[in-house]
């Protein structure tokens, strides 16, 4: 049988569109059997947090899911001062042990977050029995006492600890917590210096928002130079990595990661979430105590992200990740700050009540588009 020209085109695009088709069948089988972490294996771990309700219930369905999706996992808030020792001589461990155990469970990489930060400590921490401030030395003693047991609860079994949190401001040096105006600059060291006694394994790590503003960077690096020169044992920066569509400039976040790579830190990706609502108020830093108005104007999506700013999100997240990769051999981590949108933080911060929609699955625990894409770079 002889065909024409046009039948044999339309033959061959029919054959095409098969082959296509079963491409398409392919990978999206491979998606199925695969996870995330497996296809980033030989890059960095993939983590995600793990909140403090999700840990109390323990749902296997979602504990399945982290444990296949994922291979390195952060207590969203139940390591943090205010959770695990509210009072004086209180520790409530219960939580914190579970974690340790299902992560031990799946042999996952472990992330303490976090030993001395200025959000979600209990005021009683800077004051005396009376409520005056404490002095330098009271503090630091406080300071060394509540690292010497959390940390020395996992020791050996934690992989890395996020030693000080979000000590440095954008422009202006050192934030001024009561752990500095009380302590002093060297409080930093203090707290590395204390975290090392009580662990000799853990990687210690200084972790902050912003870490792509030129004023924080310039900061750092300074003070790892010198801290270094004086045996302060910091291995590691996290980058906490809250994005949104436009910002940062990802050529200022490069810049950063090239920086405290030369000199020698390990990277790690902390708190990676995307923010595809509008900015309030011209607001895109993460410090916790920033709240503003609701109004429906900036909750555009309340049933569902349009097809447009779904691809927006996903082609977002496509360039973070081929920064990450060109980064691999200084990046030990990358950790999402959650595992679906229903859960995320970002609908209640920086204005309460958003639908938003930063991460890898949507509201039925599901991969959305963002999460194929990612994967893809790797198959
Ligand atoms: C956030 C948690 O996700 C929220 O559940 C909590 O209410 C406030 O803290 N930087 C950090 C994280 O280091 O600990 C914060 O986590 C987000 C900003």
């Not at 302590?183 to 662990?199: K, Q, S, V």
């Not at 302060?232 to 400039?249: A, E, R, S, T």
């Not at 990769?325 to 959650?338: A, E, S």
Request: hydrophobic share 40%.
């Amino acid at each position: 049988m002889t065909i024409n020209r046009r039948q044999f085109l339309l033959q061959s695009s029919a054959t095409l569109a098969a082959l296509a088709t079963i491409k398409q069948r392919a990978l999206a089988k491979a998606l199925e059997i695969t996870s995330i972490k497996d296809l980033y294996k030989d890059d960095f771990y993939i983590g995600t947090a793990i909140g403090d309700r999700q840990m109390h219930e323990a749902n296997p369905k979602f504990m399945n899911l982290v444990a296949k999706e994922f291979n390195a996992v952060t207590m969203e808030n139940s390591m943090k001062w205010e959770r695990v020792h509210p009072r004086p001589g209180k520790w409530n461990w219960e939580l914190a042990d579970k974690f340790m155990d299902f992560a031990d469970k799946h042999k996952m990489f472990k992330v303490g977050h976090v030993l001395v930060w200025h959000s979600q400590v209990p005021s009683w921490v800077f004051q005396d029995e009376a409520g005056k401030p404490l002095d330098k030395n009271a503090l630091l003693a406080r300071m060394r006492g509540h690292i010497g047991k959390i940390a020395g609860r996992y020791a050996g079994r934690m992989n890395s600890w996020d030693v000080v949190n979000e000590a440095i401001d954008e422009d202006k040096g050192w934030r001024k917590s009561p752990w500095f105006n009380i302590i002093g600059p060297d409080f930093m060291d203090y707290a590395f210096n204390f975290a090392r006694e009580t662990d000799s394994s853990a990687q210690l790590v200084y972790n902050d928002y912003n870490m792509h503003n030129p004023g924080k960077r310039a900061f750092l690096v300074d003070y790892i130079r010198k801290a270094k020169k004086r045996g302060v044992p910091i291995q590691g920066v996290g980058l906490q990595g809250h994005v949104g569509l436009d910002f940062p400039d990802i050529s200022e976040f490069e810049a950063s990661l090239k920086a405290y790579a030369a000199e020698g830190m390990r990277l790690h990706i902390t708190e990676l979430d995307l923010d595809v609502l509008p900015v309030a108020w011209e607001f895109s830093g993460a410090e916790i105590s920033a709240s503003f108005e609701y109004s429906d104007k900036i909750n555009p999506y309340p049933n569902g992200l349009p097809a447009k700013v779904e691809q927006q999100l996903t082609d977002r997240y496509v360039e973070f990740f081929k920064l990450f990769l060109k980064y691999r051999d200084h990046i030990d981590r990358v950790t999402f700050w959650g595992v679906s949108d229903k859960n995320s933080w970002k609908n209640d911060f920086p204005v309460k009540g958003r639908t938003n929609y930063p991460l890898l699955f949507d509201r039925n625990f599901e991969r959305k588009p963002c999460y194929d894409a990612i994967a893809k770079l790797k198959i």
